[in-house]
């Protein structure tokens, strides 16, 4: 049974530019969350994706946006990059309470 | 959600008990405890989570406290594999939504 899978694992953008990075929930999960962590801290929520709809927000700028499709994969995606958006975003499913976490994606902003 | 406090860091020779505390004053009565752990370059991994009775699964044992106000997570025989960054968080277990990580504790396993 396949966790949760994050795409890419690794890109480098230049300040200025937009990213999408992607998630496939575990299987039978319907819930998506997005988490930002920076070096040395927790992760930080973003937003949570149900039905299609995002569901609850962290305290994030608009340049952060999301979308969860029909099969109940997600993207994040960032416009208008800053050097301070590097970090390692991480994906979580979940049905219920029981979060599964993929490995993330490690954003390098130049 | 309540807030937690953690030290910042640990030591705990391998093969001995790893006891990681978390204190959680301000808990509510209908608020659950979670843990999980971070290993190096993963996302954060579930342990365990508990209400006000203690639990044990193939991971860990949580300990809570009678007021409900501080709990221990217990690792009965560390490994060099359970080198890690340990979350306590606080929440309701039926909101479905965000989980408030702090900056945990670094657990260091030595040989």
Sequence with gaps: ?110 | DAKTTQPPSMDCAEGRAANLPCNHSTISGNEYVYWYRQIHSQGPQYIIHGLKNNETNEMASLIITEDRKSSTLILPHATLRDTAVYYCIVRLSNSGYALNFGKGTSLLVTP
């Design chain 1, 1 to 110: 049974d396949a966790g949760v899978t994050q795409s890419p694992t690794h890109l480098i953008k230049t300040r200025g530019q937009q990213v999408t990075l992607r998630c496939s929930p575990k299987s039978g999960h319907d819930t998506v969350s997005w988490y930002q962590q920076a070096l040395g801290q927790g992760p930080q929520f973003i937003f949570q994706y149900y039905e299609e709809e995002e569901r609850q927000r962290g305290n994030f700028p608009d340049r952060f946006s999301g979308h969860q499709f029909p099969n109940y994969s997600s993207e994040l995606n960032v416009n208008a990059l800053l050097l301070g958006d590097s970090a390692l975003y991480l994906c979580a499913s979940s049905l219920a309470y029981g979060y599964t976490f993929g490995s993330g994606t490690r954003l390098t902003v130049v």
